[in-house]
């Protein structure tokens, strides 16, 4: 035993449990030690409530130890104990009401788990509805499916002969630029060559016209013509070779201004035949554009 234990005055006090008399260093007093009879921890006593605790301790009347109360003392100080250390393990009945009754504990590992499950739900189900929706987009039984296909235009221009026969109006020219084509011009196309009495087609011109996704092209000799436009609006300007405008007659402002935006020198273009201009064109399945310019 080391000196600092031997100068120390143990407190000897009864198990409140058993009656067991413990004797514990008076360093402990306060800290939970426990039992080693019955196994119950119980508060270390400071001198004063373990004396009254032994004045209140009575052993059998027929104890061969009556008359030495301490023969019965169980002393276990004379070598380091396990309890030592402050004892704070608290007991099963109150750390059972110390629970939650309204709540469920629930590791980690397992709501992680469930977090990832339903990600991947998501994303199966996620991609279910992209292609499930590709293959209606595409079904061509669904009316709803937009069709961007090119769209095959045809039609007859005609004219009326000295006898008010209705006849083919050859060599007509036929302009269609798409709508709005003037957000994507930096200046207006240019006419030259373009016109009906021009013996060929300016070919420049004419590409700068399909390079902004428009068509130029004349109507043969029995007044027809075909070509192929994406769906969507149009100009469509269409200008007889036989067909004249009377003497008084000239193109209106309103569709001269119009024109003006996207063609240069729209009056000459048109010279003296008669003309249709319309804007707004709706292009969506093929289209029959017949005119009769008399």
């Known amino acids: 035993m080391s000196t600092s234990q031997a100068e120390s005055t143990p407190v000897r006090f009864p198990c409140p449990q058993c009656d067991q008399l413990l004797s514990i260093r008076e360093e402990k007093i306060g800290r939970k030690v426990r039992c080693p009879n019955c196994k119950v921890a119980v508060v270390v006593p400071n001198h004063e409530a373990a004396a009254e605790a032994m004045a209140e301790h009575r052993l059998p009347a027929n104890s061969s130890r009556a008359d030495d109360p301490f023969a019965e003392m169980v002393v276990y100080d004379d070598a380091p104990l396990k309890y030592d250390a402050s004892y704070d393990e608290p007991e099963p009945q109150q750390q059972a009401d110390d629970v939650d009754r309204d709540r469920v504990s629930i590791s980690r590992s397992v709501i992680y788990g469930q977090g990832v499950l339903i990600a991947a739900v998501a994303l199966v189900a996620f991609i279910m509805g992209f292609v499930i929706g590709g293959l209606a987009g595409t079904n061509p039984d669904d009316k709803t499916a937009v069709d961007r296909s090119p769209k095959t235009i045809r039609g007859r221009l005609v004219h009326k002969d000295d006898a008010g026969r209705e006849i083919g109006d050859d060599g007509a020219v036929m302009i269609v630029l798409p709508w709005n084509i003037e957000q994507r011009m930096t200046d207006r196309l ?105």
């Open 190 to 294: 240019a006419t030259a060559g373009l016109n009906p009495d021009a013996p060929q087609p300016h070919d420049a011109n004419v590409r700068a016209i399909a390079e902004l996704g428009g068509k130029y092209l004349r109507a043969n000799d029995t007044g027809h013509f075909h070509l192929t436009l994406s769906p969507g609006k149009y100009y469509v300007l269409q200008i007889s070779h036989n067909a004249r405008r009377a003497g008084s007659e000239s193109p209106t402002a309103s569709d001269l201004q119009s024109m003006g935006k996207l063609l240069a020198d729209a009056s000459t273009l048109i010279g003296p035949y008669k003309y249709r201009w319309r804007s707004g064109v709706e292009i969506a399945k093929a289209t029959t554009l017949d005119y009769s310019f008399d």
